[in-house]
């Protein structure tokens, strides 16, 4: 399937929500009947119309304002299938991955916080998730199914997947398709257990003890590695910017709360944060997931503070 349809689905949010649109992209599962094909021919005769078995969708110039779109959605039975997702984040965690995912992809979602209480999961978030570990998503679009799922890799992948057309991956064909694979899952299978490992080492036993010591060098030798790649390449899968940068971003910036790191000696890592950065996206979706988090501090080389709960915690002897 053609990329172009993620973009014409996306568009169609801002059609559908915005005041105003001058191309519209329009994407639905669900084909029209008949009538309601002539109902859109009828409003909007410039644009052209595009089927695919399971698939239709129409995009072209558009001239007035959305209302002749919001007229046909009214005037006739077939509704515009929209997502309808709610994002369970438990603030300055690695739940941020996903309004940032869906803020890239440009789906629209419902988004409820939860402050930590002092560090775990508040009772709230235990009944959303028997493990009451964030991100979960819950998915209502379709109300005679509605689905629950947590893991952050699983969620980008079930977005990226089911409502994105695949945007934000790489396609098996493409050149970095391992690249991407490995990289996606580099963030939670070894950087991120690397760190707290290193964490808990640190205030279980100091660091002058071996344990720590051989901890702390493993996280040396991922950095490194990840250094290195982002000297080289732009993004971790290469050139384009895929959900293996929005994985691994919550681990230099907010877990340093956690688990500090200088990324002075890792200036491949930190031109990276910077591009981060400049993504409109990550800032958008930090505004709305965690507005009282510095981001210029979490882009820093040397991070933000350490939040004190966590602190204490590690401080506890065995
Ligand atoms: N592997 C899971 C880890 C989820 C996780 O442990 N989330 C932390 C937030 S950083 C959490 O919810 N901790 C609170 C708790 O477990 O009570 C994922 O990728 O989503």
Known sequence: MPRIWTDIRTDIYKAQWGPYSQYLHFLSYKLPNQSQRKLLLHYLPHL????????????????TSTSSIRTFISTSDYKMSSPKLVVHHLQVGQGERIPWLLEELNIPYELKLYKRSPLLSPPELQAVYPLGASPVVEDLTDPSNPIKIAESGAIC?????????????????????????????????????????????????????????????????ALNHINTRLQENKWLAGEEFTAADVMTGWCFTTMRSYEPIDLGDYQGILAWLGRVGEREAYRRAMGKADPDLDIEQGLSAKGPPMMEAFVKALAMKP
Do not use: C
């Open 48 to 63: 052209s119309i595009t089927e695919e078995p399971n698939i239709f969708g129409i995009q072209g110039e558009f001239k």
């Open 157 to 221: 992948d079930y977005i990226i997947h089911k409502y994105a057309n695949g945007r934000l991956a790489l396609e098996p064909q493409h050149k970095n398709f391992a690249d991407y694979l490995y990289w996606l899952h580099f963030a939670n299978g070894t950087l991120q257990p690397g760190l707290f490992r290193r964490g808990m080492a640190r205030g279980m036993v100091g660091e002058d003890d071996p344990r720590y010591k051989s901890n702390n060098a493993r996280v040396h030798k």
